[in-house]
């Protein structure tokens, strides 16, 4: 009896109600990025106002001999300029005051030539493998932050004869005390915590 006086009250109107369209697959992924950026963005403000103290350096005054180059340099928050250096072999070392720091890098300015390379270890010695080989082919938007996992940082600055005015690059250096985890999840393994995002989106809208 229900159902046979449901379908007379449905027969009345006319039409039926309109379904709800279903939610677009790319909705919890955008907000998964969204909220990821946003996260990323509000770490890196807090940890740069919290630097005590910048130093600026220059990458020909720091590798104009090989005993300066060796010095391990304590900092708590500096930027690193290069202005179209050519024929250098250099490395450069930095430590935080505190093993419990990590170091933060973001550019200001990358353009480098392409025959130059950057490379970022993450350690007091430039022997592993990089964290990063930075050239032409990359730019501060593409290389975002980098995080190292020690409380060193070591930099090998290599160039040839040639460049123009406007090679170069601005690096700026943060110590900062250990990331929370969830930005140590969106720097070592994107997809899993977009993954534990999309769920945890997928559960609010089905309740």
């Not at 009345?12 to 697959?25: E, I, K, L, V, W």
């Not at 509000?42 to 005054?61: G, L």
């Not at 072999?89 to 353009?111: A, G």
């Not at 390379?117 to 082919?137: E, F, I, N, Q, W």
Request: proline fraction near 4%; hydrophobic fraction near 35%.
């Amino acid at each position: 009896m229900r159902a046979a006086c449901s379908g007379s009250i449905a027969g009345r109107g006319g039409q039926s109600a309109p379904r709800r369209a279903p939610a677009s697959p790319r909705r919890p992924a955008m907000r998964a990025r969204a909220l990821l950026s946003m996260l990323t963005a509000v770490f890196a403000v807090s940890t740069i106002s919290h630097a005590e103290k910048s130093k600026f350096y220059y990458m020909d005054s720091l590798c104009k001999d090989h005993f300066l180059q060796r010095q391990y340099r304590k900092l708590d928050g500096g930027v690193l300029w290069s202005r179209n250096e050519r024929n250098l072999d250099c490395t450069v070392t930095f430590q935080t005051h505190s093993i419990l720091q990590r170091f933060m890098l973001h550019f200001d300015l990358l353009q480098l030539d392409c025959n130059d390379h950057l490379y970022v270890y993450d350690g007091a010695h430039a022997t592993a493998p990089p964290k990063a080989d930075l050239s032409c082919r990359n730019t501060k938007q593409q290389v975002g932050a980098l995080f190292t996992r020690s409380n060193f940082v070591t930099l090998k600055y290599v160039t040839d004869n040639w460049g123009t005015d406007a090679n170069g690059f601005k690096l700026v250096i943060t110590a900062v005390k250990d990331p929370k985890p969830v930005i140590v999840l969106e720097i070592e393994n994107k997809e899993k915590f977009y993954e534990r995002l999309l769920k945890a989106d997928r559960l609010t809208e089905s309740t």
